[in-house]
């Protein structure tokens, strides 16, 4: 049974960065792309951040060049840097994994594993 579990979101100023992580178990990591989305109140939620288990990632214009995904494939894991945070970068921050290797972003219903979330607050 595959497990996600996110860490590291929190309260932080305008302008400032956060990491957060996903620590997977309970199947094969590389075998799978691993992606970001957040979830504001009264929002759909919506990817920001995709890696293939190459490396190759993708980004929506709205956190290109402020975020950064990585992953970690001997340690099982998965980290969003986020830099520069505004406060409309404020949501629910949740991992997910898929079992197709596309480099481009994709839709939710399109993963087949996800964390539990991780509040993340922008104050400005």
């Known amino acids: 049974q595959v497990q996600l579990v996110e860490s590291g979101g929190g309260l932080v100023q305008a302008g400032g960065s956060l990491r957060l992580s996903c620590a997977w178990s309970?199947?094969?990591?590389?075998?799978?792309?691993m992606g970001w989305f957040r979830q504001a109140p009264g929002k759909e939620r919506e990817a920001v951040a995709r890696?293939?288990?190459?490396?190759?990632?993708a980004y929506p214009d709205s956190v290109k060049g402020r975020f950064t995904i990585s992953r970690d494939n001997a340690k099982n894991t998965v980290y969003l840097q986020m830099n520069s945070l505004k406060p409309e970068d404020t949501a629910v921050y949740y991992c997910a994994a898929d079992r197709e290797g596309w480099p481009n972003l994709r839709p939710e219903y399109e993963y087949d594993y996800w964390g539990q979330g991780t509040q993340v607050t922008v104050s400005s």
């Open positions: 309970g199947g094969t990591f590389r075998a799978f792309a």
């Open positions: 890696s293939t288990w190459s490396g190759i990632t």
